[in-house]
């Protein structure tokens, strides 16, 4: 007998229908598979939320830097087009007659616009300029140098456009101091056994600034040397193996490039002539300039040479100078000389040298360390430049002492013989700067 409130419900809902058992079993198949999907729906889920807010640090990093580059080749792509399909184009190789061009060094073009008296060697970019642009081919028999240091004294004799008659003019030192084999050129100065070699002459130079040897260059304040006029290199190479700085700097040639032949013995080396206008390098930036047989005239354009020289020097800095001329053998040509070198002697006293050594055809001078010799001296006839002075490179040679009243103004003297610098170069480059000498 049912209760009564049973009877009230199927009132209510009406009579309970008859449900078989595999009706039933099919429901609750269908309901345990629909909790089956919302449990792997909601886990996966919660997963991939799991995932992006714990995503690591490099990760995104990774991506924001794949879509910033993405961007920059997008901007690309686009600043190509707006440019035009006339702009697309690829450069191509040069013809034979320019396998020696270099950009604003051009002889032929500056004769014809009228420079002269070793004028024509300097650059100038408004004379040489040409719409045409290609790339400079390489010389038909180019080899890959040798690594160092194997390649500082051995080097591929195609790769310098040096001929057996130029090497055979070059000189008997030039000849004492490299062999032109087949199809290399390799240099003898680092061996030892040449007589008055480069090894001697750097010991002789050591010696005449009071040094025992040329490796206490570095502890006297030399690290930065500017050789003018460097020949085939071996002073620069020799310099270098001491763990110096040693810049070689000389005038554009279409073949047998001293700055070519110093480049593929892996010497830093730049196209540089001074006739008109200034070399380009800030003032005060060497320790050292050097000048054996350079093939300039020291006295003429009233020493404007020199003042271009003192400008480079830093303070207490060492000009060395080489002459061409044989070594003395009797008192007729040691006046001879003396008469030569007066003219350089008194000019040099104006911008405030001294002489501090003289042996065989090499004299060494010092620039002062005092900026008040300058203002001091009884002949004024070199001016002090106007304050703030410090023109641009490649301009004219200026008539006038500058460097005088830089912060960096600091006597080489004074420099730190170690890695660190001085208390008084901090005052000047900061202990940021420091930090890239260690």
């Keep these: ?29 269908c309901f345990v598979s629909v909790l089956a999907l919302i449990a792997v729906f909601g886990s996966s889920s919660s997963n991939s939320f799991d995932s992006v807010t714990s995503t690591p640090g490099p990760e995104i990093y990774s991506n924001y830097r794949r879509l910033k580059e993405q961007a920059a080749v997008d901007y690309f792509d686009l600043k190509t087009l707006s440019l035009g399909a006339s702009r697309q184009r690829e450069l191509g190789l040069c013809g034979k007659e320019r396998e020696n061009y270099v950009p604003c060094y051009n ?58 008659d130029q090497f055979l003019a070059s000189g008997s030192m030039t000849k004492r101091m490299m062999l032109l084999e087949e199809n290399q050129i390799a240099f003898h100065s680092e061996d030892g056994l040449i007589f008055n070699g480069v090894k001697d002459y750097s010991r002789q130079i050591a010696e005449m600034m009071g040094l025992g040897s040329d490796s206490e260059f570095f502890q006297a304040g030399v690290h930065t040397v500017l050789d003018i006029g460097c020949g ?14 040693a810049l070689c700097i000389a005038a554009y040639e279409a073949t047998g490039s001293q700055v070519q032949l110093a480049l593929e013995r892996g010497l830093p080396a730049m196209i540089g002539h001074f006739i008109s206008k200034q070399l380009p390098y800030p003032s005060l930036s060497f320790d050292m300039v050097h000048c054996a047989q350079c093939g300039i005239v020291w006295d003429k354009k009233e020493g404007m040479f020199l003042i271009e020289v003192d400008r ?15 070594k003395p053998h009797g008192s007729a040509t040691n006046m001879k000389k003396r008469n030569m070198l007066t003219p350089l002697e008194q000019f040099t006293e104006k911008i405030c040298w001294s002489l501090i050594a003289q042996q065989d055809e090499t004299f060494i001078w010092q620039k002062t ?41 600091i006597p080489i003297q004074n420099r730190s013989s170690s890695s660190h610098l001085s208390s008084a170069e901090l005052e000047v480059h900061g202990k940021s700067q420091s930090r890239r000498f260690l």
């Design 1 to 29: 007998m049912r209760s009564p409130w049973l009877n009230k419900l199927s009132i209510i809902f009406g009579p309970r229908p008859r449900v078989s058992w595999s009706r039933v079993s099919w429901l609750l198949l």
């Design 107 to 164: 002889v032929t073009a500056n004769l014809l616009s009228g420079f002269k008296d070793g004028e024509e060697f300097d650059r100038h970019c408004e004379v040489s300029s040409q719409g045409k642009w290609c790339l400079v081919r390489p010389p038909k028999d180019y080899k890959i140098p040798l690594h160092w240091p194997a390649g500082r004294d051995v080097i591929w004799s195609g790769n310098v456009k040096i001929t057996k």
């Design 232 to 245: 085939f290199g071996s002073f620069g190479a020799h310099l270098v193996s001491l763990k110096l700085m």
């Design 312 to 326: 480079l020097l830093k303070p207490g800095g060492y000009f060395v100078l080489t002459s061409p001329t044989s």
């Design 369 to 409: 360390a005092d900026a008040h010799c300058y203002s001091s001296r009884k002949q004024k006839d070199v001016p002090l430049c106007k304050e703030g002075h410090d023109a641009p490179y490649y301009q004219a040679l200026m008539p006038c002492i500058s460097g005088t009243s830089i912060k960096r103004w």
